[in-house]
Nanobody, 122 residues
Framework: QVQLVESGGGLVQAGGSLRLSCATS????????MGWFRQAPGKEREFVVAITGSGRNTYYADSMKGRFTIARGNAKNTVYLQMNSLKPEDTAVYYC???????????????WGQGTQVTVSS
């Protein structure tokens, strides 16, 4: 069983930055691919970015490329999402997820955090 806890969300003005963190439990963190998803009110959960267990490979949704960066610290059992140049349309609850392999679909992940709210004001 893996537990994930997101933090770092909040209110930011358009053009600003936030760094989300996802702390995980368990001794096998490096064996899990990690993903970030987001869900805005009234919309389906949307893939943001994923990273392999080793951290060598990352996969971004097209709309996030160049603005968002994922990284993982396997020694700290934590994955990060650096978000720059934020836009009002980035407003959503952001979730981290862990799974056996990288996937851009929510079904590809076995464990989920509770989410952290990101609100970008115009």
């Amino acid at each position: 069983q893996v537990q994930l806890v997101e933090s770092g969300g909040g209110l930011v003005q358009a053009g600003g930055s936030l760094r989300l963190s996802c702390a995980t439990s368990g001794r096998t963190f490096s064996s899990y691919a990690m993903g970030w998803f987001r869900q805005a009110p009234g919309k389906e959960r949307e893939f943001v970015v994923a990273i392999t267990g080793s951290g060598r490979n990352t996969y971004y949704a097209d709309s996030m490329k160049g603005r968002f960066t994922i990284a993982r610290g396997n020694a700290k059992n934590t994955v990060y999402l650096q978000m720059n140049s934020l836009k009002p349309e980035d407003t959503a609850v952001y979730y981290c997820a862990a799974g056996g392999s990288v996937s851009s679909t929510a079904r590809g992940y076995d464990y989920w955090g509770q989410g952290t709210q990101v609100t970008v004001s115009s």
